[in-house]
């Protein structure tokens, strides 16, 4: 997409106001475009696909979460509205929401510009240079996670884990990056995840139809893309 003379029309809208600010290149907003529809959109809807992939291959797991929501919707009924109470409710949703994004994190690497000579470790990192750090290196480490490669949503009930679990500035976990390039949209993100999952899980059950298995390149992805037949709880088949 390239800007023309005459061919754009006014308005307050986000692609408006990028292709009035004249100092950016067309690249840049495209890809200022990209990352938004990815960041704002994909990356939520990923982590929701791992968390139910994740949950089938452990039905202890999304056994226990079926009985905190069933709890909760038996307290708060059926119809009402969830408060935000109600959200900060659920101890070990969000425990499977942390664990989804430490074993599947969507932002598995970081790409940073260092401003200054870095010293690390034995090596210096010239200034100007590109640094991609994988935040899956440190996520899957056994050294800081026991039993790293397994889905253990209780190892973040583990007064051990409670420093790591600070996903806002710990070294250890950091599923929505950190410093001046922190995700706005966490909290947003985590309260539509565990809204999703109540939903989910209180509403239908489901069988899993095809094999599949997590991958990490280019990105991380469910191979067979999760294949499952639902059926509404209590009831027939949904077709």
């Given at each position: 997409?390239?800007?023309?003379?005459?061919?754009?029309?006014?308005?307050?809208?986000?692609?408006?106001?990028?292709?009035?600010?004249?100092?950016?290149?067309?690249?840049?907003?495209?890809?200022?475009?990209?990352?938004?529809?990815?960041?704002?959109?994909?990356?939520?809807?990923?982590?929701?696909?791992?968390?139910?992939?994740?949950?089938?291959?452990?039905?202890?797991?999304?056994?226990q979460l079926l009985e905190e929501q069933d709890s909760l919707r038996s307290c708060c009924g059926e119809e009402e509205m969830l408060t935000w109470q109600d959200y900060k409710a659920m101890p070990f949703t969000q425990c499977v929401i942390d664990e989804t994004l430490r074993l599947g994190g969507i932002a598995i690497w970081l790409m940073r510009e260092t401003t200054e000579d870095v010293k690390y470790q034995d090596?210096?990192?010239?200034?100007?240079?590109?640094?991609?750090?994988?935040?899956?290196?440190?996520?899957?480490?056994?050294?800081?996670?026991?039993?790293?490669?397994?889905?253990?949503?209780?190892?973040?009930?583990?007064?051990?884990?409670?420093?790591?679990?600070?996903?806002?500035?710990?070294?250890?976990?950091?599923?929505?990056?950190?410093?001046?390039?922190?995700?706005?949209?966490?909290?947003?993100?985590?309260?539509?995840?565990?809204?999703?999952?109540?939903?989910?899980?209180?509403?239908?059950?489901?069988?899993?139809?095809?094999?599949?298995?997590?991958?990490?390149?280019?990105?991380?992805?469910?191979?067979?893309?999760?294949?499952?037949?639902?059926?509404?709880?209590?009831?027939?088949?949904?077709?």
């Amino acid at each position: 997409m390239y800007r023309q003379e005459g061919s754009l029309e006014v308005g307050n809208g986000v692609l408006s106001r990028l292709l009035e600010e004249e100092s950016l290149p067309d690249e840049a907003v495209a890809d200022f475009i990209i990352n938004l529809l990815f960041a704002g959109n994909e990356t939520t809807a990923k982590t929701m696909l791992f968390a139910v992939y994740f949950l089938t291959q452990c039905p202890r797991a999304l056994k226990q979460l079926l009985e905190e929501q069933d709890s909760l919707r038996s307290c708060c009924g059926e119809e009402e509205m969830l408060t935000w109470q109600d959200y900060k409710a659920m101890p070990f949703t969000q425990c499977v929401i942390d664990e989804t994004l430490r074993l599947g994190g969507i932002a598995i690497w970081l790409m940073r510009e260092t401003t200054e000579d870095v010293k690390y470790q034995d090596y210096v990192i010239p200034k100007g240079c590109f640094v991609v750090p994988f935040l899956s290196a440190v996520h899957l480490d056994e050294n800081v996670f026991n039993g790293a490669l397994s889905f253990n949503p209780w190892r973040w009930m583990d007064p051990e884990n409670e420093e790591k679990r600070n996903w806002r500035n710990s070294p250890f976990y950091a599923p929505f990056g950190g410093g001046g390039r922190f995700c706005p949209g966490a909290e947003l993100a985590r309260l539509q995840i565990a809204l999703f999952l109540r939903y989910f899980v209180t509403t239908y059950s489901w069988t899993q139809t095809r094999e599949d298995r997590m991958s990490f390149f280019p990105s991380a992805r469910l191979v067979n893309g999760l294949q499952i037949r639902l059926t509404r709880r209590h009831m027939q088949p949904a077709g």
